[in-house]
């Protein structure tokens, strides 16, 4: 029996797919049809899947040609599968020419020829209308954002609104968008959503602006500063029916959602404590290491550190502590807050001019996981146990310098309707954050003798 395998994702099953299939079977008598899975997608770049696993799995099968449907889910996997079930012959359009030479140590290569005009790329722009962006703020964090948004389709970046005209101009030269410096309602106008990279103390102004009128919002952390005040705004756009969306890359990274899934599956056993440190030694001139107001560790650090904390143990603690030391400049040098919940612990710790080791670290009834610095841009963590020898090892990459593109590939996904919920960071997650920040800037405050 002549056994042949292809791969694909498959994503909003098209006619090019079904040719593919047909011309593959024809190779042989047994086919093998590999669909991805989306974390295995997202770790590679292809960050816009439409149909969920299950969709294009079925779409697959309906049409009769697989004998069997595997998943893909990692690198390397290819070699696996064709030792595995005794692959004759390897099949991928020409799209992949020579990109799979290498299999030919295992099995023939074929490479057959693409169905013309179309592809899953095409039907998804033609299901998309694209979104005009406008970005708040033009300073550093802007420049890392704007870079990555080629990498996401449907989006494009038009405007750039900052009150300090000499920083939007350079930054409207630089990147070719229309400047806005005074007037926030016109700039508003010409865009359908807003990415709010200002500092901290703006967020919430531009926010609500932005969403009463009518425009989607990706704000980076921290939203805001009070309970209050984040209730309010997810309210809002939720009443205003426009995505609302605090911009904590970590929360959206496929090793991060592996970590989590690793976390809850009982691997571990049971979670008992989390501890989350993320420290920097920064610029001793900038925001973050001066403004002794909403600058200091906490601040900017802090939306990290809580995030493995609530999703993993939720959001009802029955209590924090907060402490922290002050630097010269008055802002919080380290931070640390423990959070006691029903029989579990939690501590975050975050240092700005204090260097410790950045790690997360899970600790359950029957192993930990170990996730270690920088695990804010997570691409790889172990599960260790007692017998030290034995240590399962993830790998989980993904593509860029600092994960940008898998936030705003969320953004998009919610804005379309394509994102299922919003399980990544849910409001009653940032709303929970909010509140730890207010309860912290009101104990700093005291401390600094405000
Ligand atoms: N394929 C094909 N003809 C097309 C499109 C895809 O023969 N017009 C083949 C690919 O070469 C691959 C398989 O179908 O062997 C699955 O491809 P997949 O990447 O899922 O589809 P694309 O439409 O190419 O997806 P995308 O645009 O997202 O890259």
Redesign the pocket.
């Known amino acids: 029996m002549k056994k042949v395998i292809?791969y694909?994702?498959?994503?909003l099953f098209?006619e090019?797919?079904y040719?593919?299939l047909k011309r593959a079977k024809e190779l042989g008598d047994y086919l093998i049809v590999g669909v991805t899975t989306e974390h295995y997608d997202r770790s590679r770049g292809?960050l816009n899947l439409v149909d969920p696993i299950m969709t294009r799995i079925e779409n697959v099968r309906n049409t009769g040609f697989a004998d069997e449907i595997i998943v893909e889910d990692h690198d390397g996997q290819k070699i696996e599968d064709i030792q595995r079930y005794g692959i004759d012959t390897f099949v991928?359009?020409?799209?992949?020419v020579g990109k799979f030479d290498y299999l030919k140590k295992y099995c023939d290569v074929v490479y057959?020829e693409?169905?013309?005009d179309?592809?899953?790329?095409?039907k998804r722009k033609d299901m998309k209308r694209l979104i005009k962006l406008g970005i708040v703020g033009t300073g550093r964090i802007a420049r890392r954002f704007q870079a990555e948004t080629i990498f996401v389709s449907g989006i494009e970046v038009v405007a750039a609104f900052n009150p300090e005209k000499e920083s939007l101009e350079k930054y409207a030269e630089e990147y070719s968008v229309l400047p806005f410096s005074g007037d926030y309602d016109r700039f508003l106008g010409s865009v359908d959503a807003v990415y709010v990279a200002s500092p901290n103390e703006t967020h919430a102004d531009y926010v609500r602006k932005a969403i009463i009128a009518g425009k989607h919002v990706l704000c980076e952390k921290p939203m805001t500063f009070t309970y209050d005040e984040a209730v309010e705004l997810y309210n809002l756009a939720k009443k205003d029916r426009v995505v609302l969306m605090e911009g904590i890359r970590a929360a959206y990274l496929p090793g991060f959602q592996q970590l989590l899934s690793v976390a809850r599956d009982g691997t571990i056993g049971e979670i008992c404590d989390i501890e989350a440190c993320f420290t920097r030694l920064g610029d001793p001139e900038s925001r973050e290491m001066s403004d002794a107001r909403y600058g200091g560790a906490f601040m900017e650090y802090g939306s990290y550190t809580m995030l493995p904390i609530f999703k993993l143990l939720g959001t009802d603690y029955e209590d924090t502590i907060i402490d922290s030391i002050l630097g010269e400049s008055g802002i919080d040098r380290f931070t640390k807050v423990q959070f006691r919940y029903k029989n579990k612990l939690a501590t975050s710790k975050t240092g700005a001019g204090v260097k410790s080791e950045g790690q997360l670290v899970i600790s359950g009834t029957k192993g930990y996981i170990l996730a270690q610095s920088p695990w804010w841009l997570i691409r790889s963590f172990d599960v260790r146990y007692e017998d030290e020898s034995r240590v399962d090892h993830f790998e989980a990459p993904f593509v860029g310098r600092d994960g940008f593109r898998y936030e705003i590939a969320e953004f998009m996904d919610k804005i379309n309707g394509t994102g299922g919920n919003d399980y990544k960071l849910t409001a009653e997650e940032s709303i929970a954050m909010a509140r730890v920040v207010e309860k912290f800037m009101s104990i700093r405050r005291e401390q600094q003798g405000f």
């Open positions: 292809t694909g994702s498959f994503d098209h090019g797919h040719n593919i292809k991928l359009g020409t799209d992949w057959l693409r169905t013309p179309i592809s899953s790329t095409l």
